[in-house]
């Protein structure tokens, strides 16, 4: 599940999958940008967009699921 396949469904789907409704996605993506701007040091790019970063999180909360099964499911490490 990620972002670019999610943002096409309408907003009740959306709400069902993720768990919160669209526009508070968006509004917590906006604070997510604005927290990168402020940023001093980038360190390394992380291979996911912002937009991939929050579902996984959302994911994480919402489903308790293990590091390990959201590394499996946004293929990167469990680290």
């Not at 943002?7 to 669209?22: C, D, E, M, Q, Y």
């Not at 967009?49 to 909360?61: A, I």
Request: net charge positive; charged share 20%.
């Amino acid at each position: 599940m990620n972002y670019l396949t999610l943002k096409t469904l309408p907003p009740s789907a959306f709400k069902r999958g993720v768990g919160i409704p669209l526009p508070l996605f968006h509004e917590l993506l906006e604070v997510l940008k604005a927290g990168e701007l402020t940023k001093k040091k980038s360190g390394r790019p992380s291979p996911l967009s912002l937009e991939d970063q929050l579902l996984l999180t959302l994911g994480y909360w919402r489903e308790y699921r293990t590091l390990f099964h959201l590394g499996l499911s946004y293929q990167v490490h469990e680290s």
